[in-house]
């Protein structure tokens, strides 16, 4: 089993960057895959980024492809979300979540993914 915590998440003006990170429990963190999601009020969860367990392959919202980086540190059972050019359409709660196959395959269904996070708001001002 894996817990999840988020930290980062605050009140930014547009065009401002923040660096989400989701701490995770276990041992065995380096073999889930790692997903960021995010919830507006009124409307579903959605797919941000994934990366594979290795680091080696990441995917990417079209939403956000060129502003936000996906990374993780195995080592510190820990990932990360940069996010820069921040706009006020990226104000949500944002979500770190589990997946256990580790694979690098495209996974972007919340669904799929075993384990969540608690969530960190994001708000950007315009």
């Known amino acids: 089993q894996v817990q999840l915590v988020e930290s980062g998440g605050g009140l930014v003006q547009a065009g401002a960057s923040l660096r989400l990170s989701c701490a995770a429990s276990?041992?065995?963190?380096?073999?889930?895959?790692m997903g960021w999601f995010r919830q507006a009020p009124g409307k579903e969860r959605e797919f941000v980024a994934r990366i594979s367990r290795s680091g080696g392959s990441t995917y990417y919202a079209d939403s956000v492809k060129g502003r936000f980086t996906i990374s993780r540190d195995n080592a510190k059972n820990t990932v990360y979300l940069q996010m820069n050019s921040l706009k006020p359409e990226d104000t949500a709660v944002y979500y770190c979540a589990a997946e256990s196959s580790g694979s690098s395959w495209y996974r972007s269904q919340p669904t799929s993914y075993d384990y969540w996070g608690q969530g960190t708001q994001v708000s950007v001002s315009s």
């Open positions: 276990g041992r065995t963190f380096s073999s889930y895959a």
